[in-house]
C-alpha cells in the first residue's frame, strides 16, 4: 500500500509538472504574439504613433524638470550667478514667433523638397511617411510650439516657471541647431541613390524579421502573413516603378542590383521561415503579378515557395524587355547578369524548384532576344545573352546536374536552329550561332576535363554538333560557308579531344565535318578545310576591336598544333566514304546498264520509271549519301 501510495504522488507531481510546462507555454506563447501584434501596429500607424511618443516625452520630461526644478536653480545660481527673479523678469512674448520661424523654415524646406523630388521619385512620399526621424521631429517641432504658446499665458497661473527654462533654454535651442542638419538630411533623403538604398534596406530588414520566433508564431494569424507578404512584395513594385520613372544609367544599374541582392538574401534565409508565410493568401491573388493565374497556379507557387521569387524575376523580365527595345544594351546584360548569379545561389542551396523558374525565365529571355534581334538585325542581346546563359550551365557542371545540362544543351540547340532559319535574311545573325557553339564548346571542354562519362558527352557532343542544321530547313540553295565559324569552333573542339586522347569524339566530328562534301567537290572542299585550318592557326586569344564581351576571340584554340593529326583522321575517313561512294555508284550503274541494255519496245513501264529513278539517284547520289 506504502509503494502504490507513492507511485501515486511520484506520477501526480509529473502530471502537475508537464501541465506547468505547457501552461507556462502556452503563456510565453501568448505573449510573443501580443508583443508581435505590438510591433506590427507601430510600424502601421507610424504617424500616430510618433505623435503619441513626442506628446508624451514633452509632459514627462516638463514634470520631471519641474520636479527638479529647485535643485536645477541652485545650481544655475551657483554656477552663473542666476537668481530666480533673473528668471522672472524674461520677456517670453518672443518664443512663440520663433518657434513659428523654425517650423516654418523647417516645413517650408521639406514641402518644397519633397514635391520636386517625388516627380523623378514617386515612391519618396511613402518613405517619408515612414521615416522615424522625420516623424519624430516634425511633430517635436509641433508640439514644443504649442508648449511654447500655452506656457506664455498660463506659467503665472499654474506656477510653472520650470517650464518657461525648458522650453526657452533646452527645446528651442535643441530645435534651432537640429534645423539645419536635418534640412541636409532631407536633401540627401531626396537623393534617388539613398532613396534605393533605403527601400533595399527596409526590405533586407523585412527579410530578417521573418526569422525571429515572435513572427512565427504570429504568422498563425493569415493577418501576419498577409501583411508580411505585401511589405515584400509592395518593395519589388516600388523598384519595378523606379526602373521604369528614373532616367539615370547609375541609379538602374543599383536598382538592378538592389534587387538581385534582396532575392539572394532572401534566398539565404528561406529556410528560416515559417511555412505559413509561403500560402497563396488574398494579398498574393490580388497582387497585379498573380492576378490571372488560376487554382492549379497558385497550388504550384505554395508546394514550391517561390511567389517572392517569380515576382522578382517576372519584374525583372519586363525591365530586361524595356530595356533590350529601347537599346540599353548594358542593363539589359546586367539583368541577365542577375538572373544567372541567383541560378548559381540555387544550386549552392540546393533550391531545385527555384532552378526550373530561373530556366524558365533565361528562355524567355531567349525568345524576347531573338524576336528583337530578327526585328532590328541588331544581336548584341543575345551574345550578352547567351554568356550569362553558359555562366549557369557552368553552374550545372560544378554541381554534378546532368540532366538539367542535357536539357539546356537541347534549348541552345533549338534556339541556333531557329536563329539559323532567320539569318538568311539577317546575316548578322549567324555569328549568333558561332556564340551559341562557343558556349557549349567551353562547357564540353569542362565536362571532359571532369572526368564525366563518356555516354554523356557523346551525347552532348552531338548536340553540338546539330547546332547549324536546322531540322526540314531546304539547304539547297543555301551558301554553305555561312556555316564556316560553326566548322571552326567544332574543329577548336576536336583538337581538344585529339589533346586529351578522345579520339573516337574527335572522329564524331570529323565525320560532321565531312558532311559538307554533299555541297563541294573533292578539290573544293579541301580547298575550303585549308583555310579553316589556318584561321585556327593565325588566330589569337583576343580581338583587335572591343565588344560588349571584352576582345576575346571566340575562334581561338589552344590546340592548334593537333591540326596535322586532325587532317589524318579527315583524310582517312574522306578516303573511305569516297570509296563507298563510288561502289554505291557503281553498283547503281550497273543495274541502270543492265535495264539500257534491253531494246526500248521490250521495256515495261515499271521498267521506264525504276530507269528514270536510278538516273536521278546517279546524279543526286553525292548529296543524299553525306546527308544521309
Not at 530666480?84 to 518672443?94: I, Q, R
Not at 513572427?215 to 523598384?239: C, G, N, P, W
Not at 528614373?246 to 534566398?267: C, H, L, N, P, W
Not at 548584341?380 to 560544378?398: C, E, I, M, P, T
Request: charge should be negative.
Amino acid at each position: 500500500m506504502l509503494c502504490s501510495s507513492i507511485l501515486k504522488n511520484e506520477f501526480h507531481d509529473r502530471s502537475f509538472y508537464l501541465h506547468s510546462l505547457t501552461t507556462l507555454g502556452s503563456m510565453s506563447n501568448q505573449i510573443t504574439i501580443l508583443f508581435a501584434n505590438v510591433i506590427n501596429i507601430i510600424n502601421k500607424y507610424r504617424l500616430f504613433t510618433s505623435l503619441v511618443i513626442i506628446f508624451l516625452g514633452i509632459i514627462i520630461s516638463d514634470v520631471m524638470f519641474h520636479y527638479f526644478y529647485p535643485q536645477i536653480i541652485s545650481l544655475i545660481e551657483y554656477l552663473f550667478g542666476l537668481g530666480k527673479e533673473s528668471h522672472d523678469a524674461v520677456d517670453l512674448t518672443f518664443a512663440p514667433e520663433i518657434w513659428g520661424g523654425v517650423l516654418a523654415t523647417v516645413l517650408g524646406t521639406l514641402i518644397i523638397v519633397i514635391a520636386i523630388a517625388a516627380e523623378s521619385t514617386p515612391k519618396l512620399m511613402d518613405l517619408f511617411v515612414k521615416d522615424w526621424v522625420s516623424l519624430l521631429f516634425i511633430w517635436f517641432l509641433i508640439i514644443a510650439s504649442i508648449h511654447a504658446t500655452i506656457i506664455m499665458y498660463y506659467f503665472g497661473p499654474m506656477e510653472r516657471l520650470s517650464s518657461v527654462i525648458l522650453n526657452t533654454y533646452i527645446y528651442l535651442p535643441i530645435s534651432s541647431m537640429l534645423s539645419l542638419p536635418y534640412i541636409f538630411y532631407i536633401l540627401l533623403y531626396s537623393k534617388t541613390d539613398n532613396v534605393i538604398k533605403k527601400l533595399y534596406s527596409l526590405n533586407i530588414d523585412d527579410i530578417n524579421r521573418l526569422k525571429n520566433k515572435s513572427i512565427h508564431i504570429a504568422m498563425r494569424d493569415t493577418k501576419v502573413v498577409e501583411h508580411y507578404q505585401y511589405q515584400l512584395m509592395s518593395t519589388i513594385d516600388q523598384f519595378d516603378d523606379l526602373l521604369e520613372y528614373i532616367s539615370f544609367k547609375e541609379a538602374q544599374t543599383e536598382i538592378i542590383r538592389r534587387v538581385g541582392d534582396t532575392v539572394r538574401a532572401y534566398m539565404g534565409n528561406k529556410e528560416s521561415i515559417y511555412p505559413n508565410f509561403f500560402s497563396a493568401t488574398d494579398t498574393i491573388r490580388n497582387n497585379p503579378t498573380f492576378r490571372t493565374y488560376i487554382d492549379h497556379q497558385y497550388k504550384d507557387l505554395e508546394d514550391r515557395k517561390t511567389f517572392y521569387e517569380v515576382k522578382s524575376f517576372k519584374m525583372m523580365g519586363n525591365a530586361y524587355i524595356r530595356k533590350m527595345e529601347n537599346g540599353e544594351y548594358e542593363l539589359a546584360s546586367l539583368i541577365a547578369s542577375e538572373i544567372s548569379s541567383i541560378g548559381l545561389l540555387a544550386l549552392k542551396l540546393n533550391q531545385e524548384s527555384l532552378i526550373t523558374d530561373i530556366n524558365i525565365r533565361f528562355n524567355t529571355f531567349m525568345r524576347f532576344a531573338i524576336k528583337h534581334a530578327v526585328r532590328n538585325n541588331e544581336p548584341r542581346n543575345l551574345y550578352n545573352l547567351a554568356f550569362h546563359y553558359s555562366a549557369l550551365l557552368k553552374g550545372y557542371v560544378d554541381h554534378d546536374k546532368s540532366d538539367l545540362l542535357k536539357q539546356s544543351y537541347f534549348y541552345f540547340k533549338f534556339y541556333s536552329n531557329e536563329i539559323f532559319k532567320q539569318a538568311e535574311n539577317n546575316p548578322s545573325l549567324y555569328f549568333i550561332v558561332d556564340v551559341l557553339t562557343t558556349e557549349l564548346k567551353k562547357i564540353s571542354i569542362l565536362i571532359s576535363e571532369n572526368d564525366w562519362g563518356d555516354e554523356l558527352q557523346e551525347h552532348l557532343l552531338k548536340e553540338i554538333l546539330q547546332l547549324d542544321n536546322p531540322p526540314d530547313y531546304p539547304k539547297e540553295d543555301l551558301d554553305q560557308s555561312v556555316n564556316n565559324g560553326v566548322r571552326v569552333l567544332q574543329i577548336g573542339l576536336a583538337l581538344h579531344y585529339i589533346k586529351i586522347k578522345k579520339l573516337n569524339f574527335a572522329e564524331t566530328i570529323v565525320s560532321d565535318v565531312l558532311d559538307d562534301l554533299a555541297y563541294f567537290d573533292n578539290q573544293t572542299y579541301l580547298s575550303l578545310m585549308e583555310g579553316l585550318y589556318n584561321r585556327i592557326k593565325f588566330s589569337g586569344p583576343t580581338f583587335w576591336e572591343d565588344t560588349d564581351r571584352g576582345n576575346t576571340n571566340i575562334y581561338y584554340s589552344p590546340d592548334s598544333d593537333k591540326i596535322d593529326d586532325f587532317k589524318k583522321i579527315l583524310s582517312g575517313q574522306m578516303k573511305d566514304r569516297l570509296a563507298k561512294l563510288d561502289r554505291d555508284v557503281q553498283f547503281l550503274r550497273l543495274e541502270l546498264d543492265q535495264l539500257k541494255s534491253k531494246e526500248e519496245h521490250s521495256l515495261s513501264p515499271e521498267e521506264k520509271v525504276k530507269i528514270n529513278e536510278l538516273e536521278m539517284k546517279i546524279n543526286t547520289r553525292r548529296k543524299t549519301f553525306f546527308l544521309k
